[in-house]
């Protein structure tokens, strides 16, 4: 009866997660962003490298605030680490670098607005902050948010 009670719980709480999340693809880049729900204040997100080795993969994890939210388009900034935590398994370092993210979540489609094109610009500094790139991303992206 308590595995019942368990299942029943996991799938609730499985179903009202569904509803708040946002997946986005930036196919140049082939980046695979999963972020809580992006029409929140505050919200997280996990980039996930799709081409390169298993034992290769780079995650960057960020925390982001919307600075402006609009029926059109979201304006959004946070702060991220780049990772790998297969390094860890090979004793090397776990953190590759930092990066500051500024991007807008547009929503052109009136009928759709959990549609969304997102556009990033993405400093990153290496961890030892003596080196870094400038990062822009285009993407698409669908938010499983929940209206009402």
Request: charged share 15%; hydrophobic share 45%.
């Amino acid at each position: 009866m308590k595995g019942v009670f368990m299942l029943l719980g996991a799938l609730g709480f499985a179903h009202a997660a569904a509803g708040q999340v946002a997946v986005t693809y930036f196919p140049v880049q082939s980046v695979l962003a999963l972020d809580t729900d992006t029409e929140r204040r505050l919200w997280a997100g996990l980039n996930l490298e799709t081409n390169t080795f298993i034992s290769n993969v780079n995650m960057e994890l960020h925390g982001v605030v919307n600075v402006r939210k609009g029926e059109l388009v979201n304006y959004y900034a946070g702060l991220g680490i780049n990772a790998n935590p297969f390094y860890a398994l090979n004793e090397l370092p776990l953190v590759n670098g930092y990066a500051l993210t500024v991007g807008a979540r547009i929503k052109p489609l009136a009928r759709h607005r959990n549609a969304q094109l997102v556009f990033e610009l993405s400093p990153y500094a290496n961890r030892f902050l003596d080196g870094g790139l400038l990062r822009t991303r285009l993407g698409v992206s669908y938010n499983f948010h929940r209206s009402g």
